[in-house]
């Protein structure tokens, strides 16, 4: 099919690394079993249904390595199977509490919704989510994208470049293990770009990443085409840059689709509008109250009296924005190659999670951004990989400084909410590097406490703690997880120079956070 412009849709799949095997019910984990169920679960039934119908589709999407850690931890496995059982409990108790009312239908959904979703992740799964995503990737519809081994921001790590190199090569080298393949190109963890990552990326055969629309707009050239077309870098990587015009037809406020009065509404869950007692054995937390997914109203208009949802027509809805957005992309298409001349890409990056969990109806506006596109003869989806095997159009410059964040910089990561992680992270990196090559030729227990050290650094370093801190959300658990991780690779540490190593010590560190099983510390040296 000839078109005038290809579509690139990438979805961010990402989630920090929350494991904590000393409780047994921990309400951050929650995070991944909502995920889950909400957002990859469904997501990947579409990829299988459309397969099945052969409907074309392409799509990216980052697997991080913590993410994927997750879903290939037996513990975690076993806990969200647990969860999920639980959650279809209580939506047989609610079809029963609810029959004869007119909340009867609602109720009938999750309950068939969630029956399906525990059918499809024992049945057809076998709990192996990440090899569904891998035969989705060898049929070429799937482009699966590494990130940052914890999604550390690279910029203000890179004061000691030895932990960026060990953020790239970890994440790397976890994709490659559990998909079985090395990852062609990588999400730079929050788009944060800095000048000389390239050629970091470049040493590990990275091919291909992603910046906000500005990283670009702003190269040294500015390039003709803008964020059309992709940037070939100083260390010949191609950079691909959002287009923000399909970022607000999505996120605005005025006109973006999540909005829409029938969509369901994200925040009145039965968790807060049903007896304590009747609900508690279903709340992700032995304490207050909090979400179930079982959400009964729609979004209705800026009222408290919320209209029930109707799940029909909300998926009707979804379908139809689809086909606005696409007729949109087609206009946007014509504007931009009106002679047809060149080949414009544009790009569509997103959190995984809006589409599911956020917006509970995104799942179902992908699936008709793929059947509408299949009848389209203006625009066609297509992913990177693909792109940059035909012939596509390209130019060459130095990109922007730059990141996603609120304002396009780095002072979401870097503010008074979070500035007094940098020191001691910096601090810790140095110290890393510096051990690491005084002991690269340990081996046995030695060097089994060298790699935990590695470890724990790098869960230190994640983006997701300061950016928790300057969102004000989950602020307490951020900043343990930042201490924590830095107390245990200080005991670590200690062991090393002082020449002790404790087994017992060492193995309850190192299964608390059993992430990376096959790190090397050499990492921060090579």
């Not at 849709?9 to 991944?32: G, Q, S, T």
């Not at 029930?308 to 809805?317: D, G, K």
Request: some cysteine.
């Amino acid at each position: 099919m000839s078109s005038n412009s290809r579509l690139i849709w990438v979805l961010h799949a990402h989630l920090p690394y929350v494991r904590h095997p000393e409780h047994p019910v921990f309400l951050e984990e929650n995070w991944f079993f909502e995920a889950m169920i909400e957002t990859y679960l469904p997501l990947v039934m579409v990829m299988d249904r459309l397969s099945a119908e052969r409907v074309p589709w392409k799509l990216t999407m980052t697997l991080s390595p913590p993410l994927l850690s997750m879903m290939t931890d037996d513990m975690l496995l076993g806990r969200f199977s647990e969860r999920l059982r639980l959650l279809c409990e209580l939506a047989e108790k609610e079809t029963e509490r609810t029959r004869g009312s007119r909340w009867e239908t609602v109720a009938g959904f999750y309950r068939e919704r969630l029956e399906s979703l525990h059918r499809y992740w024992e049945e057809k799964l076998f709990r192996n989510l990440p090899g569904r995503f891998r035969t989705h990737m060898q049929s070429g519809n799937l482009d699966g994208l590494t990130c940052g081994a914890t999604h550390g921001f690279l910029p203000l790590l890179s004061v000691v470049p030895e932990t960026v190199e060990a953020q790239v090569a970890v994440g790397v080298q976890t994709f490659s293990r559990i998909m079985g393949q090395p990852p062609e190109g990588i999400w730079v963890p929050e788009c944060a770009y800095f000048d000389g990552l390239d050629a970091v990326l470049a040493r590990h055969k990275i091919s291909f990443f992603f910046m906000e629309s500005h990283g670009l707009m702003y190269a040294d050239p500015t390039p003709p085409s803008g964020v059309y077309a992709p940037m070939r870098t100083p260390a010949g990587l191609f950079a691909f840059a959002r287009d923000p015009d399909s970022s607000k037809q999505i996120w605005s406020q005025e006109e973006g689709y999540p909005g829409d009065f029938d969509y369901r509404d994200f925040y009145r869950d039965i968790g807060y509008d049903l007896p304590y007692d009747y609900i508690r054995p279903y709340l992700h937390t032995d304490g207050p109250r909090g979400m179930t997914g079982f959400k009964y109203h729609r979004i209705t208009g800026k009222t408290e009296d919320k209209a029930q949802y109707e799940p029909e027509t909300a998926r009707s809805r979804a379908f139809a924005h689809a086909g606005d957005f696409v007729r949109r992309k087609e206009s946007q298409a014509r504007q931009l190659s009106p002679s047809g001349d060149w080949i414009p890409s544009i790009v569509c990056p997103f959190d995984a999670e809006l589409f599911g969990h956020w917006w509970f109806e995104g799942v179902d506006f992908l699936e008709g951004l793929f059947r509408e596109t299949a009848q389209s003869s203006v625009v066609e989806f297509t992913n990177p990989s693909s792109l940059l095997r035909e012939s596509h159009w390209e130019s060459e410059g130095n990109p922007e400084p730059s990141s996603w964040g609120v304002n396009g910089y780095y002072e979401v990561w870097l503010n008074g909410s979070n500035e007094w992680i940098w020191p001691l992270l910096t601090d810790a990196g140095r110290e890393m590097v510096r051990i690491a090559r005084q002991e690269r030729h340990s081996e046995g227990l030695r060097k089994d406490v060298l790699d935990q050290m590695a470890r724990e650094l790098l869960l230190a370093q994640s983006s997701d703690w300061p950016f928790l801190m300057k969102t004000g959300t989950a602020v307490s658990y951020a900043v343990r997880r930042v201490k924590d991780h830095l107390f245990h690779f200080r005991v670590l540490r200690e062991m090393v120079l002082n020449n002790s190593p404790k087994p017992e010590v060492l193995e309850e560190i190192r299964g608390k956070s059993p992430i990376f099983p096959d790190i090397d510390f050499h990492v921060f040296i090579n």
